[in-house]
């Protein structure tokens, strides 16, 4: 009885442990980030955005392009609407950042530095009016001055 009892209690233990690692925790699905967390992360973006730019550093650049898009079709997506906002979400986003960051795009394929340090000033101004719509006007950002990211390496090896 004993030969039959480990092995038994061997294929139990690796069905529970398989069934654990399978199985998610309730509400694991359920956390949708704030849009807070969202801009917070906009923010880092637009940021690095702007390293990357002045340091010519291209593939970064357009890396953090595509990282903007990302978060706020994410926002819009997550935060369709503000409860105080007649506008939703989505179309305050295209209507004020997509262009100017399809210009940031296309300056960054062209590796032109002065069309890429123009349009920032653009994406920069637009996300400005973007939360003056949505009375987040207290809100203003500006190019950052002073880099909070002393652990990453802007400049490219060339």
């Known amino acids: 009885m004993r030969i039959l009892y480990t092995p038994i209690m061997q ?3 690796c069905s529970i ?5 399978v199985s998610q925790p309730s509400g694991f699905n359920k956390y949708v980030p ?3 967390e969202i801009m917070g992360q906009i ?5 690095k955005l702007w390293y990357a730019g002045a340091a010519q550093n291209w593939e970064l650049a357009a890396y ?4 903007l898009k990302e978060g706020f079709e994410e926002a819009g997506k997550l935060h369709p609407t503000l409860e105080h906002i007649i506008q939703r979400l989505p179309v305050l986003f295209a209507g004020n950042v997509q262009k100017p960051l399809e210009h940031l795009e296309q300056a960054v394929k062209e590796r ?7 349009n920032y000033e653009v994406l920069t101004k637009a996300c400005n009016t973007c939360h003056r719509a949505t009375e987040f006007g207290f ?7 002073f880099n909070p990211y002393s652990n990453q390496i802007f400049e490219t090896e060339n």
């Open 43 to 47: 923010s880092t973006r637009h940021t």
């Open 139 to 145: 809100n203003k950002i500006k190019r950052p001055t």
């Open 34 to 36: 704030g849009l807070g």
């Open 17 to 21: 442990l398989l069934s654990a690692c």
């Open 64 to 67: 953090e392009i595509k990282e």
């Open 112 to 118: 032109n530095l002065a069309q890429f340090t123009q």
């Open 11 to 13: 294929v139990t233990a």
